[in-house]
């Protein structure tokens, strides 16, 4: 094991792990907690710079731990340091390896490895922050702009995507309003490959938090209505699907064992004199290829059914967020990012002289829902109402 990155310590105990530095974590926490409030890594260094945090360097030197190179200004977080932070692995106790290697053998100097020639080792240590919130941070960076030549930002920048061509969304202004058009249309207005799909922020604002709201009332009142109509939807079509794919797995083990069984007779056979080497070597090929299949649909069907698992944990995830919220008055960033992964911008549609928009809301998890109407949940509880008395009559 290397030096602990910022928020763990050496375990004196153990070599192979590190403790959870709990003062540090804290910073930790703060960083990743302001990054899904929809901060960027300068705003989140002016705030530990603005709370006087330390940074990492001088945390260590305050703790007498000895440090490469001693910060001149112990309070100016820079900005790469709080990017290496929140896409770092360890903090959901993953150990990342092999991270930089040699030019050469007689070479002392080291570049970085890519991603897929490095090794990950889970549950090294114990994690500060919680894998759900780091895969949202994660997200969220992927996702992230920078703000407009007028210096203006919105909380749905990187969330919003056309509904006919894909392309994301683009901030603007116009007339002193803030809106999103389809950057496709701005690229190529001319040739008319796509249309502005138009959409005022404050107005998207307005209908987001409408269809939250909605959502966050609907899993309160209806949370088992809720679970068994997304695992119902995904599984009714599927779960004869699926029970036949893991009775097929089960037979293509059978036979994989009955081929080595096989394998090995016409082995002896052959050593034996009693099966020549041409017939051997037809035979052999034969098994060896169809084995080879069989892994392969055994490896497939394998996941195939744990992707169904997923899904079912999945809104087991989702559930778990809205229990973090008792009502939703304001649209924040952290709301939001909690919530939903994109939003799917339609064109507007003329309809009897009335002018319509639809969004659609790819929630956490699970994807579009489709959440009851105000007069739908209230036919629901009353029909659950009857329900029950007609259960305790």
């Not at 705030?47 to 945090?53: G, M, N, P, Q, R």
């Not at 490469?68 to 100016?76: D, L």
């Not at 037809?282 to 996941?303: C, H, M, N, P």
Request: with cysteine; glycine share 4%; proline share 3%.
């Amino acid at each position: 094991m290397g030096a602990p990155p910022y928020g763990y310590l050496r375990n004196p105990d153990d070599k192979t792990r590190w403790l959870v530095d709990e003062e540090a974590a804290v910073t930790v926490r703060r960083i990743f907690s302001l990054c899904m409030q929809g901060k960027g890594v300068s705003a989140i260094a002016t705030a530990l710079w603005e709370d006087k945090v330390l940074t990492p360097s001088a945390y260590k030197v305050s703790k007498g731990i000895g440090v490469a190179k001693k910060s001149e200004h112990p309070y100016n977080w820079e900005t790469s340091m709080i990017a290496s932070i929140l896409e770092n692995v360890a903090y959901i106790g993953v150990t990342e390896s092999f991270k930089s290697t040699r030019l050469g053998f007689k070479s002392r100097k080291r570049i970085p490895t890519t991603k897929d020639r490095r090794t990950y080792i889970e549950d090294a240590h114990t994690p500060i922050i919680d894998r759900d919130m780091w895969e949202k941070v994660q997200m969220i960076r992927a996702n992230r702009h920078r703000p407009t030549k007028s210096g203006m930002t919105s909380i749905f920048s990187g969330l919003l995507y056309c509904a006919d061509c894909g392309a994301k969304l683009s901030l603007a202004t116009a007339n002193g309003y803030a809106h999103f058009r389809c950057s496709m249309y701005k690229r190529t207005s001319r040739a008319k490959e796509c249309t502005q799909h138009y959409i005022r922020e404050d107005a998207l604002k307005q209908l987001v938090l409408k269809q939250l709201q909605q959502f966050l009332s609907y899993l309160q009142q209806f949370e088992r209505v809720f679970i068994r109509q997304q695992i119902d939807a995904t599984f009714a079509e599927r779960r004869y699907e699926l029970s036949a794919k893991q009775r097929q797995i089960g037979k293509d083990e059978k036979r994989i064992k009955e081929l080595d069984r096989l394998f090995r007779k016409i082995y002896e056979d052959n050593v034996n004199g009693k099966l020549n080497d041409e017939r051997f070597y037809k035979l052999s090929d034969g098994y060896e290829a169809e084995q080879e299949q069989l892994k392969q649909e055994i490896e497939t069907l394998t996941a195939e059914v744990s992707e169904a698992d997923t899904e079912a944990t999945n809104v087991a995830k989702l559930i778990a967020v809205t229990k973090k919220y008792t009502r939703i008055d304001e649209l924040t960033p952290e709301i939001l990012n909690a919530f939903v992964d994109k939003i799917v911008v339609h064109e507007r549609e003329k309809k009897d002289g009335k002018q319509t928009q639809k969004i659609d809301i790819y929630y956490s998890y699970v994807g579009i829902v489709d959440i009851p109407t105000d007069e739908e949940m209230r036919e629901m509880e009353q029909e659950y109402m009857q329900r029950t008395k007609r259960q305790t009559a």
